[in-house]
């Protein structure tokens, strides 16, 4: 019987095992399946509809189950596995103890029987050699012939046998006596006790695998409010599966996007005006610098590691609009902080040849002075770059602008050290003082967007704004009546899309040639190079004749 309680045992030992791993391989076919069936990232970007909303939340879900089942796994495998292996080997011992004990009692109770029969064969023995020698006593007696002699000597052979019959019969009865107590002992004392041991050995076996099984149906039982809270959490999320809600987001996403402008009727063999776009000519053609360079808000990044492609953010829903804005502040935060630890040891380095001259000779401070002026340019144009982001951000959340900063405020440097860094800066932000308030008008038009307060209806944030293909803002209300030679300062840069017009950078100032009331001007730099430039990018300096 415990030989079959071991085996049984053991049994529930391999049953344990195998549960143990289908527990483990259906966690693991659960996230297999989960990572099969997510959906890519061409996917993602119906990702805002119910169904699909359902859909991941059912994905989740199932990842969740599967940590479930793999905390089952983990305590079947501590809890029960374990104890069943310890209840297995101390069982085992035990048995194998008093089986034994159990032999040895046996070995005893076999030499005791072989003892009562020695005796009992010797007894027999002894008395038919006695009667035996008896018989021929009275044979020699009886017999005339016989001597004397003769009949003494049968006389002491009988007395003999006699004896050793006595001693024989002695030694049996004690051999009974002896093995009559000794298999009373065994079967009412000795056998009994190791059959209770034997007993109770079994019915711990019993009783741990009880508790065993229990703590196996605990530990199952405990994941089930997780699971059914699960199960709850997905039919939720079907619940809230909507076909109008998704049909409404559809066509809020489609109806935003951009239409074609209407067509100008233009005479024939006429110079065609700038277009809604701002164009000069009117003319769709790109050439070989268009295709190589892309505008994204008012600054040209071709081939640079900031160009972006237009179709990647005007494009865009607003959610990954504004996802994008958020990536290209960050990035340009990082950019301002490496160089501003690049000025910091600049600073460092020029203050150090101020107070000691003989470290460094004129060349390497005109040198130091020169990487400064680089560096604030940079800071420059980058504080410009950010500020243009947060207003784009600021105005797609629906929130103020923030105030722009004072160009150049925090590149102040060592008044001894930096001095032309200084006066560069100032001279940045005098060029720019009249229109501190503007950021890039690259985007849409001036009239249409005021940084410092933007409404809804100008920065939407379902609306997806377009980027002209010459890159050009619209012009603003042309200006007529002026005279030759006027000056006028750039307020904006802006890289020449043909070859009849020219590049202009921020802070310089040009000579007017003639305005035609077009918005687009023609204008000279004092290199006697003459060419367009979007009228709505610089501002007008000596008043008009």
């Known amino acids: 019987h415990t030989e079959h309680g071991l085996e049984f045992t053991k049994k529930c030992q391999e049953f344990v095992r195998d549960r143990i791993k289908v527990e483990i391989d259906y966690a693991k076919s659960l996230r297999g399946l989960k990572k099969r069936y997510k959906l890519k990232n061409a996917e993602d970007d119906a990702g805002n509809f119910s169904t699909i909303k359902a859909y991941n939340v059912f994905l989740g879900q199932l990842d969740l189950i599967a940590r479930d089942h793999e905390i089952v796994a983990e305590g079947l495998q501590e809890k029960v596995a374990e104890r069943l292996k310890s209840v297995q080997k101390e069982t085992t011992n035990n048995r194998k103890n008093l089986c ?3 032999n040895q009692l046996q070995h005893e109770y076999k030499e005791w029987q072989v003892v009562l029969e020695r005796n009992q064969l010797k007894y027999e023995k002894a008395a038919k050699e006695a009667d035996a020698a008896g018989q021929a006593f009275g ?18 052979q009988m007395s003999y046998r006699q004896d050793l019959m ?37 019915e711990n076996r019993i009783e741990e695998l009880k508790s065993i099984l229990i703590e ?15 199960i709850e959490t997905m039919t939720e999320s079907c619940e809230k599966i909507s076909p109008a809600e998704d049909s409404e987001l559809l066509m809020e996403e489609r109806s935003n996007q951009p239409y074609p402008g209407d067509h100008m009727f233009m005479e024939w063999n006429s110079k065609a005006p700038p277009s809604a776009f701002g164009s000069h000519n009117n003319s769709t053609r790109k050439t070989k610098r268009d295709r190589k360079k892309t505008k994204i808000f008012g600054r040209n990044v071709g081939g640079s590691s900031e160009s972006v492609n237009k179709e990647g953010l005007e494009n865009l829903p607003p959610e990954k609009r504004k996802k994008a804005f958020k990536e290209k502040i960050k990035e340009i ?55 243009k982001y947060q207003c784009y951000l600021a105005a797609l959340m629906d929130k103020t602008a923030p105030d722009k900063p004072h ?49 809804t209806n100008e920065f939407n944030s379902d609306t997806y704004y377009e980027v002209p293909d010459n890159n050009v ?29 020219l ?28 060419g367009l430039v979007p009228g709505n990018y610089i501002e007008y300096v000596e008043l008009y004749s």
């Open 100 to 102: 034994n004990t159990a």
């Open 139 to 156: 044979r020699v007696n009886d017999d005339m012939n016989a001597t004397k002699a003769q009949v003494e000597k049968s006389r002491s």
């Open 166 to 202: 006595e001693k024989s019969k002695g030694d049996y009865i004690i051999a009974v006596e002896t093995t009559n107590n000794n298999q009373h002992e065994y079967y009412h004392q000795r056998w009994p006790g190791l059959i209770n041991q034997m007993q109770r050995c079994e």
């Open 216 to 230: 196996h149906c605990n530990i199952q039982s405990s994941i089930l409010p997780h699971i059914t809270t699960c």
């Open 333 to 387: 935060e990082g950019k301002i902080n490496i160089q501003l630890k690049a000025r910091g040891a600049l600073e460092e380095i020029l203050e150090l040849y101020s107070q000691k001259p003989e470290l460094g000779s004129v060349e390497a401070m005109e040198d130091s002075r020169s990487q400064m002026d680089d560096i604030t340019q940079t800071l420059e144009r980058l504080q410009e770059e950010l500020y």
């Open 407 to 455: 160009i150049g405020s925090h590149l102040q440097a060592d008044a001894v050290s930096i001095t032309s860094s200084v006066s560069h800066i100032s001279h940045v932000s005098a060029s720019h003082s009249g229109d501190a308030e503007l950021p890039p008008p690259d985007q849409m038009s001036p009239n249409e967007f005021d940084p410092v307060s933007p409404t």
């Open 473 to 501: 803002p619209p012009p603003s209300a042309p200006v007529t009546g002026l005279s030759a030679n006027n000056q006028c300062s750039v307020l904006y840069d802006y890289v020449a899309q043909h070859d009849d017009e």
């Open 503 to 530: 590049d202009i950078w921020a802070g310089e100032a040009l000579s007017i040639v003639e305005d035609n009331g077009t918005g687009w001007v023609k204008a000279k730099r004092n290199d006697n190079e003459i």
